[in-house]
């Protein structure tokens, strides 16, 4: 025999249980939180402060992307060094920062498609001895530390060698340059053209040597095993098919982008 006293009680739980559920979920949309995403502001036309601002090409870049996949993030200048730190510690879940794909790297990260092609290029002052990256030899090299231009350099110059002085970022590094700190900066060729095209009175020249820079690609960086990575991937496919990205391109190098080279 059920009593009336035991349905308003099942009633009552069932009540419970439905308005529960209700606040659950309501609860779960709420606190999806937003996406960090870090960058080290120090490398235009890439990312770089313009007025309290953080801004470039990788900043619109990622505008586009994260438009199109749906998704609010934060872009926080953070600095190159911790920025790694942060996406191995996973206190951020995304890193923008013209950052090279490499197997090294790849132990530790993961990577989105490619989105940019780079190589490297020597930055000296007009009228210097040094054309080539064999001339480095026995000169004093600057570098951003843990970059990929630091390892080009110890390609050439070996691992140990005392005339490569490392900076915190590749500003700092020109600004040796400048100061007469040291002979040459190797960095990646657009932050170099960049820094040339910019200063026309500082008596910098900047030039390739296709011999010993390879060529590389950069990719938006996250923590191992992401579940951010393929819905950016599918977002950024999107916004390379769809003209955005040529938008983006052609608004900071002022010339069409070879697609193709993405898509190897
Ligand atoms: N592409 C080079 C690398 O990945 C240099 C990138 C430096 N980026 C920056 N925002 N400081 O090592």
Redesign the pocket.
Known sequence: MIKKGMIATLVFMLMFALVGCGSSTEKTATTEKKITVV?????AP??YMDKGEIVGFDVDLLKAVMKEAGLEYELKNIG?DPLFAAIQGKTADMAV????INDDRKQTYDFSIPYFE?THMILVKEGSSIKSAKDLQGKVVGV?N??????AVEKILGKENKNIKKFE??VVAIMDLLNGGVEAVV??NA?ANEYVKNNPDAKIVAFEDPEHFES?F?GFMFPKGSELKQKVDEALKKVIENGTYTEIYKKWFGTEPNIESLQQ
């Open positions: 960058t080290d502001a120090a490398f890439f990312e190159w920062s013209g950052i090279t780079s951003q843990g970059t990929t231009g630091q390892e970022n590749t960095t990646d932050v590389e950069y």
